[in-house]
């Protein structure tokens, strides 16, 4: 999903055994076809609200967030996601129940939440706002993510683009921690957890979902 520089793009086409080990490293989310690897909140099969649609997760409907049955804690994941006009939803990960960091997803035009630069798309939610010159498609269209999640150091990308950035143990992150909804949270965003799709009542797609863990 992530364009590679030509130089290694070279290396890979000398080299085909390195991009099929590079390929093993990941591990696929959705198989395009089922649910199979998802639950609902409660561990239950996804079976309302939530459908697949031309290869696509689509929140159809009032149905609960959605969550991976596997933890992840130290991870590269991308995915593809397509929001809806007005719409509002997010992908969370090191979640303590439903709460945990989110990359936003949202149309920035009609969304009222958007008034708030950190809740806007791509964002860290509540913490940190991807710049207004960030590459996203428009509504309707197909965009490209990205979350590195490795020890404290945390990176939301947006179609190729690193937009955001964080890292836990500084001082930055703790007076932004501080100041979010979050504060409250004991050991927020620390956990090994589930990958967790939005229901926030509005139509959301996701497609493309994979992740390599990193030690």
Same mark, same amino acid.
């Given at each position: ?5 030509? +130089? ?5 086409l000398?080299? %085909? ?12 989310? +959705? ?7 998802w639950?609902?909140?409660?561990? @239950? ?13 689509? *929140? ?11 933890? +992840?804690k ?19 990960? *090191?979640?303590q129940g ?9 149309d ?26 960030? %590459? ?10 990205r ?5 404290p @150091?945390?990176?939301?990308?947006l ?21 979010? @909804?979050? @504060? ?6 620390? %956990?090994?957890? %589930? ?14 979902? *994979? ?5």
């Amino acid at each position: 999903m992530i364009q590679l520089p030509k +130089f290694l793009l070279c290396l890979l086409l000398l080299n %085909p055994a390195a991009m099929a080990d590079d390929q093993e490293e990941w591990t696929s989310l +959705f198989d395009g076809k089922t649910f199979n690897g998802w639950t609902t909140m409660k561990g @239950k099969p996804v079976t309302n609200g939530w459908k697949v649609v031309d290869g696509a997760m689509h *929140r159809a409907s009032a149905g609960g967030d959605i969550i991976t049955e596997a933890k +992840f804690k130290d991870f590269i994941l991308e995915f593809e996601w397509k929001i809806s006009e007005g719409g509002n939803s997010g992908v969370k990960y *090191r979640v303590q129940g439903a709460t945990g960091i989110e990359y936003q997803v949202l149309d920035d035009q009609k969304h009222a939440d958007s008034k708030n630069p950190t809740h806007r798309a791509a964002s860290f939610y509540d913490l940190l706002a991807a710049p207004d010159s960030k %590459p996203i498609k428009p509504v309707g269209e197909w965009n490209q993510a990205r979350i590195v999640a490795k020890g404290p @150091k945390l990176e939301h990308w947006l179609n190729g683009t690193l937009v955001a950035e964080l890292d836990q143990s500084s001082d930055d992150w703790k007076t932004r921690f501080e100041s979010s @909804k979050y @504060k409250k949270v004991e050991n927020f965003g620390t %956990p090994a957890s %589930p990958i967790l799709l939005q229901d926030h009542r509005d139509p959301v797609w996701f497609r493309n979902l *994979r992740i390599k863990e990193l030690k």
